[in-house]
């Protein structure tokens, strides 16, 4: 099976690259790896706000690391053309914008690392980073950063 056709599978429509908010590009490649940076959860098309531990669970946190995984994929594709090039998800940093108590960042994070595993099966598995962190831009709940070779 296609990427293309694990994603029509999975009812997911790749969105086009979002336009930076910063002075930074959405991509680098740079030899075979593709840096793409830091993609904030997004609801509705509006950042994703709230704290977990605070106003958001567990779960509401998995959903939006899932929401970024997409967003990713669609600057992924952007980058490379066509995501059967992907030979890797090497690795995903996640920050989780959470309370000091809170302490399941790693479960949050893999709404995003689960949703890899589905599309690019064994190419999904990847090494990875969870933070909890005191505040991200805009408010948002969660923040993911990905790194991938590419063909």
């Known amino acids: 099976m296609t990427i293309a056709q694990k994603l029509q599978e999975l009812n997911i ?3 086009p690259v979002a336009t930076p908010a910063a002075a930074y ?3 680098v490649r740079t030899g075979n790896l593709v840096f793409l940076s830091g993609h904030i959860a997004r609801k509705e098309g509006k950042p994703w706000v709230g704290q977990l531990g605070r106003e958001l ?3 509401e946190g998995k959903a939006a690391a899932r929401a970024i995984a997409i967003d990713l ?3 992924l594709q952007a980058a490379v ?5 992907v030979r890797r998800i090497v690795k995903v940093m996640s920050l989780v914008n959470s309370t ?3 302490t399941e ?3 949050v994070t893999n709404g995003a690392s689960e949703l890899f595993g589905q599309v690019f099966g064994d190419k999904g598995a990847h090494a990875r980073s969870a933070f909890g962190v005191a505040q991200i831009p805009l408010g948002a ?3 993911i950063e990905l790194v991938a070779e590419v063909d």
């Open 105 to 107: 960042q790693h479960l």
């Open 141 to 143: 709940c969660v923040e």
């Open 13 to 15: 429509t790749l969105p």
């Open 57 to 59: 669970s567990t779960e």
């Open 73 to 75: 994929l669609g600057t």
């Open 100 to 102: 000091p108590d809170f």
């Open 81 to 85: 053309g066509d995501l059967e090039k």
């Open 25 to 27: 590009v959405p991509f």
